[in-house]
């Protein structure tokens, strides 16, 4: 019953910014962490922004922090991501994923139970 729908990826130049949206939908029995997760054609799927959901703290990624902000809304069961600065090395597919249950480890994608369909993020030269 759980059903995560990202939204927001586009095609943009290096440089400019995207913001990604997640709405969750059903009840979430597991974990208290939501993530923002990627990948590239080949590679694995990488951590990239997490969140507490109770706590609001959050982790990211090196690749990506100053650049990528997390942010949620729990009155509206949403969480974001915030990309600035976009580089050509950010293309991937996003997954926004929920029921984290590891709090020392929240960007490895083996802690969560569930996912998203995913969003493109293509970002050109």
């Known amino acids: 019953q759980v059903q995560l729908v990202e939204s927001g990826g586009g095609s943009v130049q290096a440089g400019e910014s995207l913001r990604l949206s997640c709405t969750a939908s059903g009840y979430i029995d597991s974990g208290n962490y939501m993530g923002w997760f990627r990948q590239a054609p080949g590679k694995g799927r990488e951590g990239v922004a997490a969140?507490?959901?109770?706590?609001?703290?959050?982790d990211y990624a090196d690749s990506v922090r100053g650049r990528f902000t997390i942010s949620q809304d729990n009155a509206k069961n949403t969480a974001y991501l915030q990309m600035t600065s976009l580089k050509p090395e950010d293309t991937a597919t996003y997954y926004c994923?929920?029921?984290?249950?590891?709090?020392?480890?929240?960007?490895?994608?083996?802690?969560?139970?569930?996912w998203g369909q995913g969003t493109q993020v293509t970002v050109s030269s």
């Open positions: 969140i507490s959901t109770v706590s609001g703290s959050t």
């Open positions: 994923a929920a029921g984290g249950t590891y709090g020392l480890h929240t960007l490895n994608p083996g802690w969560y139970n569930y």
